[in-house]
């Protein structure tokens, strides 16, 4: 029977996008962003006019969208975690928390890293939702507030108006860096989780 954290993960991106579009943005717009930029407003980061839409929205929704699949991703960690750990941890004396946060979550630091880092490469490539709700806007600006651009929206909105031979190859490129980055992040993250299930197959032998 699936989880909701589970049930979460596998709601479609343009799902969140058209959520964000409807219920966030104009949340933001309304009540969050005025009320940073004026309790905050001395910072770089929450100045300018409240768009609504923006890097902030974008990095809200970037947020509710991966935090299911990393808690999907470290509760599998958590319980390849042995019990061994737990019992010799609770025979010495710990209690509860002391037991979680030495023998559970140190033995498992590793793996609870490595989900972070998938939930950032599913990030990185996120299109649909960023693309809707980050403005769309070609320039690299300091506030939150402010519209920006990341190299999967700009793959979506301009790849099929690309006109020239030079504009295409430019636009491959992007596409090109993007699966590199993303590759990299994707393979470090698995090896840091598929580490935390290797050392637990040679406590157990």
């Known amino acids: 029977m699936c ?75 958590l319980q390849a975690v042995p019990n061994t750990q737990r019992e010799a941890a609770l025979a010495l004396g710990a209690t509860r928390w002391e037991t979680t946060r030495i023998a559970v979550l140190r033995y498992g630091r590793s793996g609870l890293i490595g989900a972070v880092l998938l939930g950032l490469g599913r990030a990185l490539g996120e299109t649909m939702a960023v693309t809707m709700l980050i403005g769309n806007r070609p320039e690299i600006a300091v506030s939150l507030f402010a519209p920006g651009y990341t190299m999967a929206s700009m793959l979506a909105n301009e790849f099929t108006e690309a006109t020239s031979d030079l504009y295409l190859s430019a636009l491959v490129e992007v596409g090109l860096l ?14 840091l989780v598929w580490s935390v299930g290797g050392t637990v197959k040679a406590v157990q032998e």
């Not at 799902?15 to 104009?26: N, R, T």
């Open 3 to 77: 989880s909701q954290r589970e049930l979460l993960a596998a709601v479609p991106s343009v799902v969140y996008g058209l959520w964000g579009i409807a219920v966030l943005a104009p949340f933001l717009r309304i009540y969050v962003q005025p009320a940073l930029g004026a309790t905050l407003g001395f910072l770089p980061l929450f100045q300018g006019p409240p768009y609504g839409v923006g890097m902030l929205a974008a990095g809200i929704i970037l947020a509710i969208m991966i935090v299911p699949f990393i808690i999907a991703v470290s509760r599998e960690v």
């Open 178 to 191: 993007l699966f590199l980055v993303t590759v990299i992040v994707n393979a470090l993250a698995r090896l």
